[in-house]
């Protein structure tokens, strides 16, 4: 497609009547420009112009959607006789989009008009997701009738979702029934609809589905019911936990722990010897949820499970109650063989209090992280036995192993447990604490970071807060803003890069002006990355930011990036990332980068590996990309924790997949070989 290099005149054009340039000028990048053709094309009066103002539809800008509509309605053509099937669903797509309820009539005709057409199949799946977010009333019985009678399980799953944006609690008992469709897609959908529509009027049918012949419908109606905190339903939950089918006594326990009534603390310590592991997993997650200290003594049981998942849930849980009945038993779980029980031990442990000589041994533990929050929770209790432990620790240099053979495991950061050393030995403050941070005031920085520190800048901040910090010398400034200009992190380089220009005349550190340079490269990168779908202008800037500082981790990342997402050179994408990896093994965009190569590739299995590595490794990493495609993931493996946790974090950041690619994710992973997926994210 041609576009234009210098700004269309608009005026011109439509003095010139050149309909074949005004239609050009629907492409120019400013989205002002694109607005005021669509609008010139409707005086215009040139049928040439429907099928391009169609298009316009799906602008990404709402007045260029907005102007074409216009338009269209200027030019008073039939247009659904006149555009194929292609056309017409971007037709649809495009009025959904755009916000006025004048398109419900033509969107219900389209509906009807395709209705029980194999041909127009994904045309009626895009208006009933446009009627639904629209939210026109007029839109409840054809939408209904959609849900209930299509034959086609997209369009019955996106007719759920479309009325639960509708709001019209009217279409409950519509949703209902189809808790029991054979797609558990649907059966999904249409429960987040009526957990959205929220109505009492719900509660009594749902109540009574936990009794259904279909074992997936009485699960649905127990995640619905504890999603709508509905305290009605407990009895007949309670009822519901001698169910004799496993996933239904699982997603019941999941409830009644939601819920909060301590009338299920004894039937769910019951479940504590369930014959099945997921059933004793989900009890113990839910007596953690509801803090009741009758539950301890069965739980500090539970610690003996033959079950990892079962053993981590009960450590999670008397955390969670805080009894010290439990802290002995909690020490032991220390010694257990599977590190992540050891640090749902050590979590726990930190909710008891009186853990002194605990937290102190696990100061030399293999596990960094226990390091690092043993250090930490030392530094909160503030007792000054633990100076001594804490100064080892501080000059502590040795580089823990990893505990398991993992290729893609990232390398333990020396500085992790140093780091929350100094900054507890700041809040203890006595004089062995002050003498240490004071000695360790130039310790070399170059080994890493941990928060955002280097271990001088944390034993800066330590004396800091104890009032014995002093001015910093201006090249340390700079050599932190040179860190800035070098991040991994966008936000952090753009700030760097504004500080860095209103000092950079003033400024001779040659390191310092190279590395001003590299970050200037990459930003016009990243400004001109559309030109990588026609040319090499954004690459050729991260080759130049690479030559002038090659340890820049997000220039590769960048690289790899537009190879993916552009040139669709997954070869090149990948090593690229890997590079990035290699420079810099704690950037974890260039792990998520892999992933979605991976995920371009319909590598599923590794796509779910890397991404887990992301969100495990840092669980507020800003790009959500990962925890919405492990949704899907985890929900597969029963992973209800991570499930709960991805999609919390998705919720409060507003965000999720594009419906089409949800559902071509979820296809995916419904495929995958079940025993792969779960080495990947187990391993």
């Known amino acids: ?15 010139k009547r050149n309909v074949k340039g005004l239609i050009k000028a629907l492409n120019y990048k400013e989205a002002e420009v694109r607005s005021h053709a669509a609008k010139i094309l409707g005086k215009q009066g040139d049928s040439s112009a429907v099928e391009p103002l169609i298009k316009a539809l799906g602008d990404v800008d709402g007045s260029v959607r907005q102007s074409a509509a216009e338009s269209l309605e200027i030019l008073g053509e039939n247009i659904w006789n006149k555009v194929d099937t292609v056309n017409l669903k971007s037709t649809a797509e495009g009025l959904g989009k755009l916000g006025d309820n004048r398109a419900c009539v033509p969107l219900l005709k389209i509906l009807d008009d395709t209705l029980y057409s194999d041909k127009y199949k994904d045309v009626r799946e895009a208006v009933v997701r446009a009627l639904g977010e629209l939210g026109d009333s007029r839109a409840l019985y054809p939408l209904e009738d959609a849900l209930l009678d299509d034959k086609f399980r997209d369009v019955r799953q996106s007719a759920a979702v479309a009325l639960g944006k509708l709001g019209d609690p009217s279409a409950i008992n519509s949703l209902i029934k189809v808790l029991r469709d054979e797609h558990w897609a649907i059966r999904r959908s249409a429960s987040i609809s ?20 279909d074992k997936y419908v009485s699960q649905a109606a127990a995640y619905i019911l504890s999603e709508l905190n509905e305290p009605r ?55 953690g949820k509801l803090g009741d200290p009758r539950a301890v003594e069965q739980l500090i049981n539970a610690l003996k499970d033959r079950k990892v998942d079962v053993r981590q849930s009960a450590a999670d849980a008397l955390g969670k109650i805080g009894d010290p009945r439990a802290k002995d038993p909690l020490v032991k779980l220390l010694e257990d063989g599977d590190e992540d029980v050891r640090q749902s031990a050590y979590n726990a442990l930190g909710n008891l209090g009186d853990n002194i000589d605990s937290l ?19 530094g909160e209790i503030g007792d000054e036995i633990a100076v001594k432990p804490l100064v080892e620790t501080i000059k502590d240099e ?42 360790m005031r130039n310790v070399s920085t170059e080994k890493g970071h941990y928060r955002g520190l280097t271990l001088s800048e944390a034993v800066d901040k330590a004396l800091s807060e104890l009032g014995l910090s002093q001015e910093r010398d201006p090249s340390e400034e700079i050599v932190q803003l040179r ?11 753009s700030n760097g890069l504004s500080q860095a220009r209103v000092i950079a005349e003033t400024v001779e550190d040659k390191t310092f002006l190279q590395a001003l340079q590299a970050s200037e490269k990459l930003k016009t990168a990243f400004d001109k990355q559309d030109l990588a779908h026609s040319g090499t202008e954004p690459m050729e800037s991260c080759h130049e930011a690479i030559l002038l500082e090659p340890g820049f981790s997000a220039a590769y990342v960048c690289l790899s990036y537009l190879y993916r997402h552009y040139v669709k050179n997954y070869d090149d994408a990948l090593a690229w990332a890997k590079k990035a990896v290699e420079v810099d093994p704690q950037n974890m965009n260039a792990w998520r980068e892999i992933g979605m ?32 495609r492990l949704v899907a993931v985890y929900r597969r493996l029963c992973m209800r924790d991570c499930l709960d946790s991805a999609i919390q974090c998705l919720s409060q950041a507003g965000v999720g997949l594009d419906p089409d690619q949800e559902k071509e994710w979820d296809r995916l992973v419904a495929e995958a070989d079940i025993k792969e997926l779960q080495k990947a994210v187990y391993m």
């Open 1 to 15: 497609m041609m576009v234009f290099f210098r700004q269309p005149n608009i005026r011109s054009l439509d003095e």
């Open 233 to 287: 339903a407990v009895e007949q939950l309670l009822k519901a936990l001698e169910d004799k089918r496993i996933i239904v006594r699982q997603s019941v326990a999941d409830a009644l722990g939601k819920l909060g009534d301590t009338q299920a603390v004894e039937p769910l310590v019951k479940l504590l010897e369930d014959g099945d592991k997921d059933v004793r997993q989900s009890a113990a997650v839910a007596l």
């Open 483 to 493: 860190k800035m200009l070098l991040s991994n992190d966008y936000d952090v380089r």
């Open 194 to 213: 009526l957990i959205n529509l929220g109505d009492p009027v719900a509660i009594k049918p749902l109540i009574n589905l936990l009794q259904d012949r």
């Open 398 to 439: 040795t580089e823990y192993p990893v505990l398991h053979d993992d290729p893609l495991s990232v390398p333990p950061i020396p500085v992790d447990a140093r780091v929350e050393a100094a900054l507890a030995l700041g809040k203890i403050g006595n004089k062995l604490a002050i003498e240490t941070l004071q000695e």
């Open 360 to 378: 102190i041994g696990l100061l030399k533990d293999n596990n960094m992280e226990v390091r690092r929050k043993a250090a930490e929770k030392l």
């Open 597 to 628: 190569i991976h995920v371009a590739l319909k590598d599923v299995v590794e796509a779910a590996r890397f991404f887990h590595k992301v969100v495990s490794t840092q669980p507020q990493h800003t790009n959500f990309e990962p925890q919405a």
